[in-house]
């Protein structure tokens, strides 16, 4: 398995998924980016009042993914063509067009019953010698393929990026326990090489290992909060920048995240493991859970533990 990485698909289009495709599409590679694209009025449409005929919506319908792109990249950062190099597509009509690339990249929602069905979807298209992996925070590689053909299962791996994905250097690489070697060695020094990421290969343990220490200290740091009736501003102030950390403060950092994405991971980790200390740590608080109900996401639904200006 030596053959170069030219095209790639990027099969979810949210925060992550953008800026994948963005980080890939500036370093030359062209990319397609794929999402479920409604062809029906959103909820949010209807509220407004629009019909199909709104320009909004029309413009959503003839752009699909490549608005969420827009939303989420500050493209002046990037060479002005790095868009051309990424072609939005809906999920649904093209899918078919991952047999024309070298690597697809899973980015959907943190769920192994959607990321199983989509991958199932992905093989019948998928061709021998392309790579397949997730960007998954912590859920079981082998899990996630074991329903796949044996062949599918060694030309797949976890290659998990961190937010922002132009950014953060770190990049976990998780083989599964069928993941061809070669096919690691390969993505390790391609990541490297061309991506520019720090590679560190963990194992497939529950949220790998920066997640697993991660979702920990934020956990811990919540609860703490709660129950010592610190506010978040004040978290904040001693978690961010005075403390060195320009880009970490706790709840801006989870606002950035995402908080359903964030309660997945914890209730991944919760879910795998046995020990009670450890559960009572990875249990996401009933004011977390009731704020992702109430559709609080943090900055891509406008308000998290701030709201968005
Ligand atoms: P997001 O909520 O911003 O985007 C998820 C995307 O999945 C959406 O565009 C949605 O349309 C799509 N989707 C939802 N259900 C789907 C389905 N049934 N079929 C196909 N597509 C579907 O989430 P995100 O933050 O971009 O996270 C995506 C993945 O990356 C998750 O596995 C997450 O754990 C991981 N991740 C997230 C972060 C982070 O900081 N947000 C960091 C590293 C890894």
């Not at 925060?15 to 949010?44: F, Q, R, Y």
């Not at 019953?113 to 019948?124: A, H, N, T």
């Not at 290659?159 to 690489?173: A, D, S, V």
């Not at 919760?270 to 009670?276: C, P």
Request: hydrophobic share 40%; aromatic share 8%.
């Amino acid at each position: 398995m030596n053959k170069s990485i030219r095209k790639a698909a990027v099969i979810g289009s949210g925060i992550m998924g953008s800026g994948i495709a963005a980080h890939l599409a500036n370093v030359g590679i062209s990319c397609l980016l794929l999402d479920m694209v409604p062809k029906d009025l959103t909820e949010e449409e209807v509220k407004k009042g629009y019909t199909l005929e709104h320009p909004a919506v029309r413009n959503r319908l003839a752009t699909g993914a490549i608005a969420k792109l827009h939303k989420n990249t500050p493209s002046p950062l990037y060479d002005n063509t790095f868009s051309k190099r990424i072609t939005p597509g809906n999920l649904s009509d093209h899918l078919e067009r991952i047999s024309e690339v070298d690597w697809v990249i899973e980015v959907v929602v943190e769920n192994l019953q959607v990321k199983k069905e989509l991958l199932s979807k992905v093989e019948r298209y998928w061709k021998p010698g392309t790579i397949v992996s997730s960007n998954t925070s912590g859920i079981s590689i082998q899990e996630m393929v074991a329903d796949c053909s044996e062949p599918f299962q060694q030309s797949f791996l976890g290659t998990h990026f961190f937010n922002p994905p132009r950014y953060m250097k770190l990049l976990e690489i998780i083989p599964g326990t069928k993941t061809d070697p070669g096919i690691v060695q390969q993505m390790k020094s391609f990541c490297e090489s061309t991506l520019g990421k720090g590679v560190v290969v963990a194992k497939d343990t529950p949220n790998f290992i920066a997640n697993r220490i991660g979702t920990y200290g934020l956990l811990i740091t919540l609860q703490e909060m709660l129950n010592s009736g610190f506010s978040v501003e004040e978290v904040d102030a001693v978690t961010g920048p005075a403390m060195g950390r320009p880009k970490s403060a706790t709840f801006r950092t989870l606002d950035m995240v995402g908080l359903d994405t964030f309660v997945h991971v914890a209730d991944n980790v919760y879910a795998n493991i046995t020990s009670e200390t450890e559960k009572a740590a990875f249990a996401a608080p009933d004011a977390l859970t009731s704020m992702v109900s109430r559709g609080w996401f943090g900055e891509k639904s406008g308000q998290g533990f701030y709201l968005k200006k």
